[in-house]
């Protein structure tokens, strides 16, 4: 059961994230990728805390995985009231960087960069599904709405 904390427009982005790294679709994730997602959504870690948190959940999860409510929890813990505002600014900071001559999209081949940067076990086939997904009108560019709705389902 997700933790009663979190709002609803936080487990969905929360929920795409961990799709992202979810690169087999079986509901788990490898403890390594958890620090990834959270440093890409802009929450600051402490190390020592994560390293806890992975720990204690492997009691009830397979060594070394986390499924989505576990991820859930270790990221609650690390959620306050303003990071969603701060993830906001993250997010529109990390689509400037790809953005590099200010037209407002990037072309779809940064964002299959992006996508393998976070995941490098993505096959080509699963690479073109979630860039199918993302790009929704097909015109081989993701604009900030796209990118927005891809990480936080907005």
């Known amino acids: ?14 929920r795409r994230a961990f799709s992202m790294f979810d690169s087999s679709k079986c509901g788990k994730i490898e403890n390594e ?7 890409t959504l802009g929450l600051a870690i ?8 992975l720990e204690r959940g492997e009691e009830r999860e397979e060594i070394g995985q986390l499924n989505f409510d576990a991820f ?17 600014k993250e ?10 001559e200010g037209n407002g999209y990037i072309p779809t081949s940064s964002l299959r ?9 993505l096959t080509p086939d699963q690479l073109d599904e979630m860039i199918g997904e993302i790009d929704t009108d097909g015109s081989g560019t993701v604009d900030f709405s796209e990118f927005m709705e891809m990480m936080t389902g907005d």
């Open 72 to 88: 859930c929890r270790v990221a609650t813990h690390f959620l306050d009231d303003e990071d969603n505002e701060v993830m906001q």
């Open 33 to 39: 990728k958890v620090r990834t997602i959270l440093n």
């Open 113 to 121: 960069e992006i996508l393998m940067a976070l995941d490098d076990q």
């Open 46 to 53: 402490d190390d020592l805390e994560l390293e806890a948190l």
């Open 1 to 14: 059961m997700v933790d009663a904390v979190l709002d609803e427009e936080q487990i969905t982005m929360l």
């Open 91 to 100: 997010l529109k900071e990390a689509f400037r960087l790809y953005d590099k």
